[in-house]
T-cell receptor
Framework: RKEVEQDPGPFNVPEGATVAFNCTYS??????FFWYRQDCRKEPKLLMS?????NEDGRFTAQLNRASQYISLLIRDSKLSDSATYLC???????????WGAGTKLIIKP | NAGVTQTPKFQVLKTGQSMTLQCAQD?????MYWYRQDPGMGLRLIYY???????DKGEVPNGYNVSRLNKREFSLRLESAAPSQTSVYFC??????????FGPGTRLTVL
């Protein structure tokens, strides 16, 4: 079983729609959770950290469910510029490492 | 403030050649990382350095060596390149709260 699992997609979504991704993780001791965005052939960039209470940043909302060990990302009113691969990331509390999901590809269509 | 820089951006090697990928960060971070990313796969950790003077193996260290030259610089060396090492290589440094910041990557092709 992979330590961080994501649906690879692609999710093809019309502009203006709402889209949600989930990610599951295996290490119940993990304490830090993130969503990163990666544009084609570019480096990953932090989209948002995920807190236990959930957090929102404009059109983006992240939720953490510790009991079920999953993280979600909701994008409202999607824009063409949201097209990217979204990476779910979880820390390994035994060392200084992050564990990366393979990413979910999102394509926003006009 | 450049963040994390990597050189070169692109490189083509022949099997058996050696090269060093350079990485530097100006954010005064202690921890630095080298990843490789292959199509359809997540980032895989090659080596990391928790602090100046220390290095540790990650998930896929075979065929690579690293040097943490000082707090700013962390280099990755391929002693004898193989086609299986064709990949995109990213360097990252770790800031507050486990957040990692990445360089622009090196696209390496081994023929």
């Amino acid at each position: 079983r992979k330590e961080v699992e994501q649906d690879p997609g692609p999710f093809n979504v019309p502009e203006g729609a709402t889209v949600a991704f989930n990610c599951t993780y295996s290490n119940s001791a993990s304490q830090s959770f993130f969503w990163y965005r990666q544009d084609c052939r570019k480096e990953p960039k932090l989209l948002m950290s995920v807190y236990s209470s959930g957090n929102e940043d404009g059109r983006f909302t992240a939720q953490l469910n510790r009991a079920s060990q999953y993280i979600s990302l909701l994008i409202r009113d999607s824009k063409l510029s949201d097209s990217a691969t979204y990476l779910c990331v979880v820390n390994d509390p035994s060392n200084y490492q992050l564990i990366w999901g393979a990413g979910t590809k999102l394509i926003i269509k006009p | 403030n450049a963040g994390v820089t990597q050189t070169p951006k692109f490189q083509v090697l022949k099997t058996g050649q050696s090269m060093t990928l350079q990485c530097a960060q100006d954010m005064n971070h202690n921890s630095m990382y080298w990843y490789r990313q292959d199509p359809g796969m997540g980032l895989r950790l090659i080596y990391y350095s928790a602090s100046e003077g220390t290095t540790d193996k990650g998930e896929v260290p075979n065929g690579y060596n690293v040097s943490r030259l000082n707090k700013r610089e962390f280099s990755l060396r391929l002693e004898s390149a193989a086609p299986s090492q064709t990949s995109v290589y990213f360097c990252a440094s770790r800031g507050a709260g486990d957040t990692q910041y990445f360089g622009p990557g090196t696209r390496l092709t081994v023929l």
